[in-house]
């Protein structure tokens, strides 16, 4: 019996919103980091090509809820993984991917995906985009619908590495990331998603991601580019 409801993938939820704090975020991260104005138009670049994924339900209108802005507390902590002691960029960045990706309906409720989502971000305010990364998340009447359908999903990380512009301007200027110490990391992989009555479905995603890796400091996740940066 095919499922009323459609499949919904976490990782495509609020691409059609406004990409004006995102941009404003990584105009202040990457202009800081590559000292290029360039960098920021690349990696917003191509935003209106960006396609939804066919096995994706139409992301809900209105804005992000209280609960995006401060996640409330709630008793444990679902499937949702703790951040890695990773100080490696693109390590960590592979395992965000793999959290942002990956999601289970059946035993984490809405609150604790996006407070176990909060836990991987930067503490430094400046350049944390949360935004990015709680518009993630479906709104709650969607994540009740996806529970209703035990819906949940795995990723597989294939790899990870530093987009061309990001290297090329690290190399013109390589102090410019002492600011910040934020790099900019692009993702690839596959997520696999799977609901009731043996529905599911996989497909090919990428996403760019903003890392911050202080010298003798754990990474952490700034945020999330709007597009891809190859």
């Not at 444990?76 to 960029?89: T, V």
């Not at 395992?95 to 909060?118: E, K, N, V």
């Amino acid at each position: 019996m095919r499922n009323r409801f459609p499949a919904f993938s976490l990782s495509s939820y609020g691409a059609g919103w406004s990409a004006n704090r995102r941009i404003a975020i990584v105009t202040c991260v990457v202009a800081a980091l590559l000292a290029i104005a360039g960098i920021v138009a690349l990696l917003s670049a191509g935003r209106n090509g960006h396609q939804t994924p066919a096995a994706t339900a139409p992301a809900p209108t209105g804005s992000p809820t209280a609960s995006e802005a401060a996640p409330k507390p709630s008793s444990g902590s679902g499937s949702m993984p703790k951040p890695p002691q990773i100080a490696d960029p693109v390590a960590y960045a592979k395992a965000a991917t793999q959290m942002l990706w990956s999601y289970d309906t059946r035993d984490t409720s809405r609150d604790q995906q996006l407070a176990g989502m909060r836990a991987w971000m930067t503490t430094e305010t400046k350049y944390a985009d949360w935004a990015s990364v709680s518009g993630q998340v479906p709104d709650p009447l969607l994540w009740s619908r996806m529970a209703d359908q035990d819906q949940h999903a795995t990723a597989s990380v294939t790899e990870g590495h530093y987009p061309g512009a990001f290297k090329r301007a690290l190399a013109d200027d390589p102090s410019a990331i002492t600011e910040a110490y934020i790099y900019v990391v692009t993702v690839n992989g596959k997520q696999q998603i799977a609901w009731k009555r043996g529905g599911g479905g996989a497909e090919e995603r990428a996403v760019t991601l903003a890392i911050q890796c202080r010298p003798g400091h754990d990474c952490s996740l700034a945020a999330i580019a709007p597009s891809v940066t190859q």
